[in-house]
């Protein structure tokens, strides 16, 4: 009688953990997706090792050369962003700086525009 009692609540546990079952999300497989190609680009000509070495250093020059407040020309400090011609003429008259930080203290520039350029400029002393 206790088998038969027992195989009854498993039969009962099962119907009742179905519905349960049934519901819960298993994982299906990724919908298959169309292989993307990279663009190829042109090939290149060959370029002399002494030409390339020379490129390769006008390209660090350019992204990590500072400006000088104390000696760039008005066109240097006007290429900066946010520094317009009259800035640029503002900065040149109030030279020499002793830090680039002068710019703010010494309301030639607003806080925004120097934050703007602080990363781009520095202020050599002679």
Do not use: F, W
Not at 89 to 110: H, M, N, Q, T
């Amino acid at each position: 009688m206790t088998s038969s009692l027992l195989r009854t609540l498993t039969v009962l546990s099962c119907l009742v953990a179905a519905p349960a079952l049934a519901q819960s999300q298993t994982p299906s497989a990724p919908a298959p997706t169309a292989p993307t190609v990279a663009p190829v680009a042109p090939p290149k000509a060959p370029v002399a090792p002494e030409v390339a070495k020379q490129d390769a250093g006008k390209q660090d020059a350019g992204k990590h050369a500072l400006i000088n407040l104390n000696s760039a020309t008005a066109a240097e400090l006007d290429a900066l962003p946010g520094i317009g011609a009259a800035r640029s003429e503002a900065i040149v008259k109030g030279r020499p700086y002793k830090g680039k930080d002068e710019l703010v203290s010494k309301k030639i520039l607003s806080e925004s525009v120097y934050a703007g350029i602080k990363d781009k400029v520095i202020a050599k002393q002679k």
